[in-house]
């Protein structure tokens, strides 16, 4: 994959926004992916090689929306599920400024191409949020258990984590009457708002989101695009992949282009 960048924000040397340095700039960085490279081997095929990802490069901010566009093919999920950890990249560096969990502690960056298995998931607990395509939970956990479940992880008192989820699924408009249900048997549209719900409920500094109005209807798509605002408002760094323009436009403050990697076999 080759990338460009295109801002679709208001440009920061407008008044009001002259006074930003280079050091706050750079004090903002929350996330910054160096280089990466990745490639699928598939073994049912001899080994055959699949080139998806070519020297990337991005740098997100806290308050930064970056929508990922490009064609089917691209990169674009493959790159979200290297950022998270998912994928471990060929060549390249993810860096993800980490604050621990234990009063006191610093910020440090940590490096998920090389870190411990035990850093990542500290990193995943308080600082890096994913909301995926798809809602993967415990069957028979039930809706509300399963949105207020990173707060309780967090150390929020039951009242705290159980309120702020009544708040999100109401505001997803998720029916009361199914909040004591599991979801396994809800709709798609449903799930995924719960899903939603899931993801934001803990505040993320760093969000990555992987097509989060999919399965919505118009009135849902506008109520998560709301949820996505207040969260860059509030300081999270988004990286997100909105195949619906107008939710694009609304959350996104510039956007990375992506396009598929061209394969050498000779």
């Not at 093919?73 to 860096?95: D, F, M, P, Q, W």
């Not at 995926?132 to 509300?144: A, D, G, K, M, N």
């Amino acid at each position: 994959m080759s990338a460009t960048t295109s801002f679709i924000s208001p440009d920061t040397s407008a008044p009001g926004h002259a006074s930003i340095s280079l050091a706050t700039r750079e004090h903002d960085v929350m996330l910054r992916a160096q280089g990466l490279h990745k490639t699928f081997c598939l073994h049912a095929q001899g080994g055959a090689t699949i080139p998806a990802l070519d020297g990337v490069d991005l740098t997100v901010r806290r308050g930064e929306c970056v929508a990922l566009v490009g064609p089917s093919g691209a990169g674009k999920s493959t790159l979200l599920r290297c950022l998270y950890g998912n994928y471990l990249v060929g060549a390249g560096r993810i860096e993800i400024r980490h604050r621990d969990a234990l009063p006191g502690d610093g910020e440090r960056w940590v490096d998920l191409t090389t870190a411990s298995a035990r850093d990542v998931l500290a990193v995943r607990r308080t600082t890096l949020g994913y909301v995926s395509q798809f809602l993967r939970v415990i069957p028979r956990v039930s809706t509300l258990d399963i949105v207020a479940e990173p707060l309780r992880r967090l150390g929020h008192a039951e009242g705290d984590a159980t309120g702020r989820a009544r708040d999100l699924l109401a505001r997803l408009n998720i029916p009361e009457r199914l909040w004591q249900l599991a979801p396994a048997t809800f709709s798609g549209g449903e799930q995924q708002r719960i899903n939603i719900a899931r993801g934001l409920i803990a505040a993320a500094p760093v969000l990555l989101l992987d097509e989060p109005t999919a399965s919505l209807d118009a009135r849902n798509r506008a109520v998560v695009a709301e949820l996505i605002s207040e969260a860059r408002a509030a300081g999270s760094a988004i990286v997100g992949i909105f195949h619906d323009e107008a939710t694009r436009d609304e959350v996104a403050t510039r956007t990375l282009a992506m396009r598929p990697v061209l394969r050498n076999d000779h």
